[in-house]
């Protein structure tokens, strides 16, 4: 059974950092493509930022790009999502999400992937 597990959210400041991270179990990390979504109250989820299997590749959406860093440390099976300059249009529950087949332009499609963690939330008060 594969796990993924969020942690790092919480109430920040706007302006304000907040590094998540997401725990994988299983040998599933190593050959997995991850990404980030969010789902704020009301509105459909959507794609934070993604990372390929071997790290070489990012992606982002345009609302975070050069604010939010996603990386992965594969000894830890972990990746996480840095975000800086925190606005309160961020504020969502947070979820990663492992891939195991897609690349590219791909990661951007939530139903592109196979597992889910169970969410963090983030709250950015202004």
């Known amino acids: 059974q594969v796990q993924l597990v969020e942690s790092g959210g919480g109430l920040v400041q706007a302006g304000g950092s907040l590094r998540l991270s997401c725990a994988a179990s299983?040998?599933?990390?190593?050959?997995?493509?991850m990404g980030w979504f969010r789902q704020a109250p009301g509105k459909e989820r959507e794609f934070v930022a993604a990372i390929t299997w071997s790290g070489d590749s990012t992606y982002y959406a345009d609302s975070v790009k050069g604010r939010f860093t996603i990386s992965r440390d594969s000894a830890k099976n972990t990746v996480y999502l840095q975000m800086n300059s925190l606005k309160p249009e961020d504020t969502a529950v947070y979820y990663c999400?492992?891939?195991?087949?897609?690349?590219?332009?791909?990661?951007?499609?939530?139903?592109?992937?196979?597992?889910w963690g169970q969410g963090t939330q983030v709250t950015v008060s202004s």
């Open positions: 999400a492992a891939d195991l087949s897609s690349t590219g332009s791909y990661l951007r499609e939530d139903e592109k992937y196979d597992y």
């Open positions: 299983g040998r599933i990390f190593s050959r997995s493509a």
